[in-house]
């Protein structure tokens, strides 16, 4: 049987052997540490910079402790959970490190990319839509698609959506997918065949666990109620751990929307195309019900929305953002007519027996329950600890829309609860976690650990001679004069695009700001002949991504998803252009609640949140420019707040030790 130490000396041999054989002494301390929360069942964090190999210093260690578990009799099946934020470095994971990982370790082990249920299709409900698509489906557009989904179960090897070779409208997979609540388990003639239930076997007989940030928290939200997605586990490895946060407050509260009620009734009943479930059933009486219903909707969001505009003029509203400080601001006769409804059809269930049938309709029923549930808990502020608002916005043809949503003001309690205190060793990696040198106390707070071991690492890379951070100091200060830094601004972007000749990305903290720089810029780059790619076009990340960087002398305008998760090697990217420091505005109720929480505590909600936060993202953007060991390049703030505030300091402080150079253009 391994024990600590031989997993320990292991580790350090594996790690010498990883990424081309090169020896890596932040690699080996990572997997020591990892090793060490791992066998004694701590939790830890840890920042390790760009270039340290990250996932093989927690893979190497997390896997050589599974040996213990293979030897021992009678005792459970110990799995090991890994969790990223990005699709990217699960496919970094699942197709490259761990396959390497396998020929290297002396230990037999097996690796799963798990997926929500919802990511399969289903045989029965396929099946059953290819029967009575034309009544289902609102269009002869959506029933088109479905013999192409025949077509594709022939041929595709998991089942998944990912798989799929055709764009899927997601109204038809909705109506195909895997769905628990409509699922008839070993009783279903699909069984034998199920894409999913292949899946969950092998995730039950799976070692390690590989997962996206999103899965986890849905599953980890369920834990509260006594389910779960995932099998059990006693390790989980958090990678990309800066965003746990923002994941964690998504799943772990309330969202809904307008349309996703008029979706759930028309998906039953659509009188003006007359389609639907109970037509196909011929529920005449249950279709007068969801007629009746979907009046009752448009009063109900009416009614929030005339009590959003009487509000208008109050603090709580922010941009397209109201703050609902106190429960039951309306009526809501909704909900008792969605669940009138759902015991309609669920008493025809009980006439049917058809089994797929019979699903159909009680899943239709139980979503429903759902619906009127969740209307109703966001209405009383049902949820502990919670702050509520509402959203507003148009779509493409103008129609109001409005989105009910409530977080956790703090989620660090239910992390704590419900996985820091549950599960024997919990990691957290990142190469941006720290603040202002080495502080852990701002990301320790947010993630509720008050127990555990914290480890800084510095990269490998050579930062004082591959980069240069260029601090422009004759900018007007943006929070006090935000007119002339955007014209200052876009005069600097020519003067720093022309020294690097494009391969540059400039970095803004909002679309509104990106839109009006890229307007201004746009003459001058294509007169001098700069390939121009901007996130405000809507193209996809990653499209947008490898277009750059198959494009010489280039430049892309990015926001919010490119400061972090962006891996640019090479000659493509040789400057990145931050114009602003990252500052969150207190625009959003769930910051605002934040803030006021800090405040109300005693705290200064600048330095004790809004700086450290943008400390982070500050990281992220300067992590952008060095990717490799030949890498080289420049980051030129535009922010003169940077060096003529006291704050400033600590945004520099958190960065490798870099060359400074204070430049005026």
């Not at 977080?407 to 549950?422: F, M, S, T, Y």
Request: charge should be neutral; charged fraction near 25%.
């Amino acid at each position: 049987m391994l024990t600590p130490h031989d997993i320990l000396g292991e580790s350090q041999k594996i790690a010498q052997r990883l990424d081309a054989y090169e020896h890596r002494a932040e690699q080996i301390q990572m997997a020591d540490a990892v090793a060490n929360a791992i066998a004694s069942k701590r939790h830890l964090i840890v920042e390790a910079g760009t270039g340290v190999g990250k996932s093989f210093g927690y893979l190497v260690p997390a896997i050589l402790s599974l040996a213990e578990n293979q030897t021992a009799k009678d005792e459970p099946k110990k799995r090991i959970v890994v969790s990223t934020h990005t699709i990217s470095l699960q496919e970094q994971l699942i197709d490259k490190d761990i396959p390497f990982l396998n020929s290297v370790i002396p230990l037999e082990f097996s690796a799963v990319l798990a997926k929500g249920r919802g990511n399969y299709v289903s045989l029965r409900r396929l099946q059953d839509a290819a029967s009575q698509g034309r009544t289902v489906f609102a269009s002869e557009h959506e029933f088109d698609q479905v013999p192409m989904l025949n077509k594709w179960v022939k041929e595709t090897g998991d089942g998944s959506r990912s798989d799929l070779p055709i764009k899927i409208l997601p109204q038809v997979w909705d109506e195909v997918r895997s769905d628990s609540s409509n699922c008839l388990g070993r009783k279903c003639p699909k069984h034998s065949d199920c894409y999913y239930f292949k899946a969950r076997n092998r995730l039950q007989n799976a070692d390690v666990l590989i997962v996206n940030h999103a899965l986890f928290f849905s599953d980890l939200s369920l834990r509260r109620l006594g389910v779960n997605i995932l099998p059990d586990y006693h390790t989980v490895i958090l990678d990309e751990a800066h965003t746990v946060v923002d994941v964690a407050s998504d799943h772990l509260g309330i969202s809904i929307t307008m349309g996703q009620v008029e979706y759930t009734l028309k998906r039953l009943y659509n009188g003006s195309r007359n389609k639907g479930l109970l037509v196909v059933h011929e529920l005449g009486e249950a279709q007068k019900m969801v007629v009746r219903a979907l009046a009752e909707s448009q009063t109900f969001f009416n009614d929030v929305l005339g009590w959003a505009e009487r509000h208008s003029g109050d603090t709580n509203r922010r941009n397209n953002s109201i703050r609902i400080t106190k429960p039951g601001i309306v009526a809501n006769k909704l909900s008792p007519k969605l669940v009138g409804i759902s015991n309609a059809v669920e008493q025809a269930a009980e006439n049917i027996k058809d089994a797929s049938a019979k699903q159909n309709l009680s899943s239709a029923g139980e979503r429903l329950t759902a619906v009127a549930n969740a209307l109703e808990s966001w209405r009383l502020q049902s949820l502990e600890g919670g702050v509520y608002w509402l959203e507003q916005s148009l779509n493409r043809q103008g129609k109001q829309l409005i989105n009910l949503m409530a977080a956790p003001i703090d989620v660090g309690p239910e992390i704590r609860e419900h996985l820091l205190n549950k599960t024997d060793s919990v990691i957290m990696a990142s190469a941006t976690i720290a603040t202002g040198g080495s502080s852990f106390d701002f990301f320790r707070n947010r993630v509720g650990m008050t127990k555990g071991d914290v480890l800084k690492l510095g990269s490998p890379f050579d930062y004082k001679n591959q980069a240069k951070l260029i601090l422009v100091t004759n900018m007007a200060n943006p929070s006090e004069n935000r007119e002339l830094h955007e014209r200052q601004c876009v005069d600097a972007i020519k003067e720093y695009v022309a020294r690097t000749d494009g391969h540059a990305f400039v970095l803004f903290t909002s679309y509104d700001l990106l839109r009006r720089t890229e307007r201004a810029l746009t003459p001058w780059l294509s007169e001098h002949d700069y390939g121009i790619f901007s996130q405000a076009s809507g193209t996809p990340r990653g499209q947008l991504l490898e277009q750059f960087k198959s494009t010489p002398r280039s430049v892309l305008f990015g926001t919010d998803s490119f400061w972090q998760g962006v891996d640019v090697q090479g000659d493509a990217l040789q400057n990145v252009i931050i114009t602003k420091l990252p500052f969150s505005v207190p625009d959003q109720p769930l910051l605002q609640a934040r803030l006021d929480a800090i405040r109300e505590s005693g705290g200064n909600p600048f330095s004790d949140y809004q700086v450290p936060e943008a400390v982070i993202k500050f990281k992220q953007g300067f992590g952008r420019l060095i990717r490799s060991k030949t890498d080289t390049g420049i980051v030129v703030v535009l922010d003169p707040r940077i060096k003529t505030k006291q704050y400033g300091k600590i945004f520099v402080q958190s960065l490798p030790e870099t060359e400074i150079v204070l430049e005026t253009f």
